[in-house]
C-alpha cells in the first residue's frame, strides 16, 4: 500500500543489508488440487519476500526479479498469457531524481548555511496524475507560522499580521506544549498536512516548507529516500517552463534545533514571526531517465462460450519500498505483507482455478502490477492501456496487506467509497460468501469511504479500476507498525489468516465468474 503523503497533499490542493537472509521452510510437496493452505503461501512468501530481492524497488533490478518469478511461477500453472508481450505488459517510466544543480541554502548575516536534501528537507518533485507541476525555484525572506493555527482555535492565530506574500513560509505540523494528548494527535496527523498547506496556499507564498513532528517523524524518515527516488509514467509532453508554474515550491522536512528554518529559541519559542535577516533561496534540479516497468497479467479461460471474453480480475501489486536507512545491521524492507501476501495469494487463486475440474463460466484475470508504491503507476497504465477491453472486466478484487493483525478482523473498502453505488452490489456478494463461511469474518468498513482522512480509498491500485467505473472490493487486514519498514518480514506473518483471506477472495471471485448477470 503506498505512503499517504502525496494523497493527503492532494486533497487540499543503494545499499544492502548485512550477509543475513530470511530463512526458508523446507521444502515441502505440492499443495493439494482445488485447495489453498498456509504451507504454499508460506513456502512462497518466504521466497518472494526473501533478502534476495532487496525490497523489490520499482526502477531496479529487483523489481525485475521479481516480475520474472511470478511470470515462471504463471508459466508453470499453465495460465494464459495476458500481457502486451507474453506475460508482460510494458510500462514506459521515467525516474526523476534530483540532479547535481540542486541546491537548497539560508543566507543570515552574510553567512551561507547548506540545507540538506534528504536529510533535513526534500522537496515535492511530483504531486501526481492531473496535478500542475509545482515550482522548481525559490526565493524569499523566511516567516515562520508556528503550527499554523487560526482563530478556530481559541489560544491562538498564527496568521495574525503576517504577510505571507511572496515569502518562504515555515509551518510545524504539530502541536504548542500543553496541548492534550487528543488534540495533539490531531494536529500531528498526516492528514493535518494538507489543511495547514490549503490555509497557506491562497496567500501566495513563494515557498512552503511543512516540518512534520511526532509520527510524521517518522514518516519523513521513511518517505524522503523514497521521494529522492521518485519514478514517474513516461510522458513525451514538454517541460513546463518556470514561469507558467503555478503552484509553489512544497517541501516537507523535521524540525531541528538549531535548523535556520526556525526561531533561534525553538522549541520554546515557538511563535508565529518574521525571521528577520533570514532569505532563503532553492533551486532544484531534476534528472529524468527512461525505464521500463512491466506488469505481470495471465488468464485462467473461462468454460462458458457466452461469457469466457469477460473477466473477474484480481490485483495485487509486487513491488515495494527497496533500501532503507540501516535499522541495526539490516536495511532491505522486504515487503512480505506489503505486498508479498497480497502477490502470493493472487498465485495460490491462480492455481485452484486453473486445477479446478470445471473452470469458472467467467475468464479470470490476475494482474500483478508494478509501481503502486510510487503513485499507483502499473494499475493508472494498465486501467489506460488494458491488454483486455477494459468494459470487459466485470470486477476487480484488490488484496494488499493481507496477512496480519487479529485473527478475524479484514477491512473492506469500495462499496461505500466508490462513486454512483457501482460496487455496492458487489459488497453485497463479499457479504454473502463471507456469512457462509464457518468462521466468518469480521468485516470493518470504517476506512471504506472516499473522504477517511487515511484516504485508504485511494491508495491502492483498485482506485484505477474503480474511475473507470468497474465494481471494485479492495481487501486488506490493516496498517501495523512494521509498514514500510525493515521489520515487514515473513517471519511476522499469520500464515493460517492469509490462507483464509486468500480462500475468501477466491469464493468470491467464482461467484462473480458464474453469475450470469454483471455486479451491479
Not at 163 to 177: E, T
Not at 216 to 232: H, M, N
Request: glycine share 8%; aromatic share 6%; with cysteine.
Amino acid at each position: 500500500m503506498r505512503r499517504s503523503v502525496l494523497a493527503f497533499l492532494l486533497a487540499g490542493i543503494g545499499c544492502a543489508s548485512a550477509a543475513r537472509t530470511s530463512p526458508k521452510p523446507a521444502a515441502t510437496e505440492a499443495p493439494p488440487v482445488g485447495q489453498v493452505t498456509a504451507e504454499e503461501l508460506r513456502r512462497d512468501l518466504y521466497a518472494f519476500a526473501a533478502d534476495s530481492m532487496r525490497g523489490r524497488e520499482t526502477g531496479t533490478e529487483d523489481a525485475n526479479r521479481a516480475m520474472r518469478f511470478l511470470v515462471e511461477r504463471v508459466k508453470q500453472l499453465g495460465l494464459e498469457p495476458a500481457g502486451d508481450s507474453e506475460f508482460v505488459q510494458r510500462v514506459p517510466m521515467q525516474k526523476e531524481v534530483f540532479g547535481p544543480g540542486t541546491k537548497i541554502q539560508v543566507e543570515q548575516d552574510g553567512r551561507v548555511r547548506p540545507v540538506t536534501v534528504g536529510r533535513e528537507i526534500v522537496p515535492l518533485l511530483n504531486l501526481g496524475a492531473g496535478v500542475p507541476p509545482t515550482k522548481r525555484v525559490a526565493e524569499g525572506d523566511l516567516v515562520f507560522v508556528g503550527y499554523g493555527l487560526t482563530q478556530n482555535n481559541p489560544k491562538r492565530d498564527d496568521f495574525a499580521g503576517l504577510n505571507l506574500a511572496g515569502r518562504v513560509v515555515v509551518v510545524v505540523n504539530g502541536a504548542p506544549a500543553g496541548t492534550d494528548s487528543a488534540r495533539r494527535e490531531q494536529l500531528e496527523a498526516q492528514g493535518a498536512i494538507s489543511e495547514r498547506i490549503g490555509k497557506i496556499l491562497p496567500h501566495r507564498p513563494a515557498a512552503i516548507i511543512v516540518l512534520l513532528t511526532g509520527k510524521g517523524t517518522e514518516l519523513f524518515e521513511q518517505s524522503a529516500p523514497q521521494l529522492e527516488r521518485a519514478v514517474a509514467l513516461r510522458t513525451n509532453a514538454p517541460e513546463v517552463p518556470e514561469s507558467e508554474r503555478v503552484i509553489p515550491m512544497i517541501m516537507l522536512g523535521v524540525p531541528v534545533v538549531g535548523s535556520p528554518l526556525l526561531p533561534t529559541g525553538w522549541p520554546t519559542d515557538d511563535k508565529a514571526q518574521v525571521l528577520s535577516g533570514r532569505k532563503f533561496t532553492a533551486r532544484v534540479e531534476q534528472v529524468k531517465t527512461p525505464i521500463t516497468g512491466y506488469n505481470v497479467a495471465a488468464v485462467v479461460r473461462g468454460s462458458d462460450p457466452s461469457l469466457r471474453n469477460t473477466y473477474v480480475a484480481y490485483g495485487a501489486h509486487y513491488d515495494h519500498v527497496g533500501i532503507l536507512n540501516p535499522v541495526g545491521k539490516d536495511s532491505i524492507a522486504n515487503g512480505a505483507d506489503d505486498d508479498g501476501s497480497g502477490s502470493m495469494s493472487l498465485l495460490a487463486i491462480a492455481r485452484v482455478m486453473q486445477q479446478a475440474p470445471v473452470k469458472p463460466r467467467r475468464s479470470v484475470l490476475f494482474v500483478w502490477h508494478i509501481g503502486e508504491e510510487k503513485g499507483l503507476l502499473g494499475s493508472s497504465w494498465f486501467t489506460d492501456h488494458p491488454t483486455v477491453p477494459i468494459d470487459s472486466i466485470v470486477a476487480q478484487l484488490n488484496a494488499d496487506m493481507i496477512g496480519r493483525n487479529a485473527d478475524t478482523l479484514l477491512y473492506v473498502v469500495g462499496p461505500l467509497a466508490a462513486p454512483n453505488n457501482q460496487s455496492k452490489r458487489l459488497g453485497a456478494i463479499l457479504d454473502s460468501v463471507n456469512a457462509a463461511f464457518p468462521t466468518p469474518f469480521k468485516l470493518n468498513r470504517e476506512w471504506d469511504s472516499a473522504t477517511h482522512p487515511e484516504h485508504i480509498y485511494e491508495r491502492s491500485d483498485h482506485f484505477n479500476y474503480a474511475r473507470k467505473g468497474i465494481p471494485i472490493v479492495f481487501v486488506t487486514t490493516g496498517l501495523h507498525d512494521d509498514y514500510h519498514k525493515v521489520s515487514d518480514e515473513p517471519r511476522k506473518i499469520d500464515f493460517a489468516k492469509l490462507a483464509r483471506v486468500t480462500r475468501l477472495m477466491a469464493e468470491m471471485g467464482r461467484a462473480v465468474a458464474n453469475s450470469p448477470k454483471r455486479p451491479r
